[in-house]
């Protein structure tokens, strides 16, 4: 079957730091990935997503980047955090176009 | 920007009631997906309905799709407790797309 890990669960991070989050995806192959952030009690805003190895898509212009070094791992990274930059980091997974997500159970990030 | 809009914002109601939930979109979709997430947690799958359909059932839960009006509804029939999470719509856009994009979603609080 397959599964999603995401870590680290917790992170306070000073403004100014870098930041690494990384996803992986066990029991599939060629998954597309995501990344998602949640601002306290709001929705979904999506970062990234990749198709495939070394192919990232944007959706916001932001202090982040993405990486997808393997088949089923996507990174999350920043060289310098911001205070806006905190929140609720989910990491996701699925089999095509249009077909239902899986989703990690998340990185809770505070920038102090 | 957000395909989705939920209707309610918050919702409370007593355990046995029933919960209806709305969502409205604002293009062509090619499916419509509704998930769950419990505080601090990552987003779990409920249902996906295409767009050529109108509704779909699974177990309590019944999902409508009306492609005319651009929206959908959900509804949860005899909730309980363990039904408080929030809720959230989310779309793929006819066309193809990889993207999933979720609306801010309804806080659903079921009291005992």
């Known amino acids: 079957s397959q599964t999603i890990h995401q870590w680290p669960a917790t992170l306070v991070q000073p403004v100014g730091s870098p930041l690494s989050l990384e996803c992986t995806v066990e029991?599939?192959?060629?998954?597309?990935l995501y990344w998602y952030r949640q601002a306290a009690g709001r929705g979904l805003q999506l970062l990234f997503y990749?198709?495939?190895?070394?192919?990232i898509s944007s959706e916001v212009p932001q202090n982040l980047s993405a990486s997808r070094p393997q088949d089923r791992q996507f990174i999350l990274s920043s060289k310098k955090l911001l205070l806006s930059d905190s929140g609720f980091y989910l990491c996701?997974?699925?089999?095509?176009?249009?077909?239902?997500?899986?989703f990690g159970s998340g990185t809770q990030l505070s920038v102090l | 920007s957000q395909q989705g809009e939920e209707d309610p914002q918050a919702l409370s109601i007593q355990e046995g009631e029933n919960a209806t939930m709305n969502c409205s979109y604002k293009?062509?979709?090619?499916?419509l997906q509704w998930y769950r997430q419990n505080s601090g947690r990552g987003l779990v799958h409920l249902i996906l309905?295409?767009?050529?359909?109108r509704e779909k059932h699974s177990g309590r839960l019944r999902v409508t799709l009306d492609t005319s009006k651009k929206s959908s509804s959900l509804l949860i029939t005899a909730s309980r407790a363990a039904d408080t999470a929030s809720y959230f719509c989310?779309?793929?856009?006819?066309?193809?797309?990889?993207?999933?994009?979720f609306g801010k979603g309804t806080k659903l609080t079921v009291n005992p």
């Open positions: 996701a997974w699925t089999a095509g176009i249009s077909e239902k997500l899986f």
């Open positions: 029991g599939t192959s060629n998954p597309n």
């Open positions: 990749s198709v495939g190895i070394g192919q």
């Open positions: 293009t062509s979709i090619n499916n």
């Open positions: 309905i295409r767009s050529n359909e």
């Open positions: 989310a779309t793929v856009a006819q066309g193809g797309s990889e993207k999933l994009v």
